[in-house]
């Protein structure tokens, strides 16, 4: 069994079983690089952080066929000698054994359509503009180093929070549309001696809430390390639809 091209939206999106990672990710009206094997899929994934990142889904038994096959290898390096990959979370020892596996991580992709709960701490949040930019930007070094939230490097984005009485910003957090037109969900971070106290469920909360009603879904990545936000975003209605491995690799 061998892989094969795919050349439209509505042939992945059947190829995945209609996995929202598709729906939210892929734009439907733009060329497609992307091929499927059995039931397994790989596709191009245009990301804002990382570029295109090569993103494998699918059973398990398929996703490691499609993962020794030749077509995938040639996407992945089809312009340069090193390429970023993403594959379930449990195919991360086959990544290593067929690629040199350099810098990455592990995380999962969440969706839902469902609009969340109101949450105590909303009616105190406010939307910052971008002259708050240096200070978002200072406040997510000291308080969340890893996020991929980058606020007002591009248009579209909605970044809500709270300040403290004092004016200093305790919460914030970031939607911006996917590729796709999807608000995706980032930066959502909370003080150190502000957590517990219902920030981060609030901001979570509004800019979902604000996401469905404007185009019926939301999605989001977090760190798999990170149990308190799986609990959180678990708790507000989303649904992990696949766990990643993500890394930069290169052919043996």
Not at 74 to 79: G, I, P, T, V, Y
Not at 95 to 116: L, N, Q, Y
Not at 236 to 243: E, K, M, R
Request: glycine share 8%; charged share 25%.
């Amino acid at each position: 069994m061998n892989a094969r091209p795919v050349t439209s939206f509505g042939e992945l999106w059947a190829a995945s079983g209609e996995h929202p990672m598709v729906r939210a990710e892929i734009p439907s009206d733009q060329p497609l690089d992307a091929v499927v094997l059995g039931n397994a899929i790989a596709f191009a994934r245009p990301s804002h952080i990382r570029g295109i990142v090569l993103t494998l889904l699918g059973p398990e038994a398929d996703a490691r066929i499609l993962l020794r096959d030749p077509q995938l290898a040639a996407l992945l390096f089809r312009e340069r000698p090193t390429g970023m990959l993403s594959v379930p979370a449990r195919l991360r020892a086959d990544v290593e054994e067929i690629f040199r596996a350099g810098p990455g991580g592990d995380w999962e992709w969440m969706s839902t359509t469902t609009p969340p709960p109101a949450q105590p701490a909303e009616d105190d949040l406010i939307e910052f503009d971008a002259t708050a930019k240096e200070e978002l930007d200072t406040f997510l070094a000291e308080h969340n180093s890893r996020t991929d939230g980058q606020p007002f490097r591009r248009d579209g984005q909605l970044w809500l929070g709270a300040r403290d009485p004092a004016g200093h910003v305790i919460a914030c957090g970031c939607s911006e549309p996917s590729a796709a037109g999807i608000p995706e969900l980032s930066g959502i971070t909370v003080a150190s001696e502000q957590r517990g106290h219902g920030w981060g469920a609030a901001v979570t909360a509004a800019l979902t809430r604000r996401a469905i009603s404007e185009v019926g879904m939301c999605a989001l990545g977090m760190y798999s390390d990170n149990d308190r936000a799986r609990e959180i975003y678990h708790r507000l209605g989303f649904v992990t639809a696949q766990a990643f491995s993500s890394r930069v690799v290169a052919r043996r």
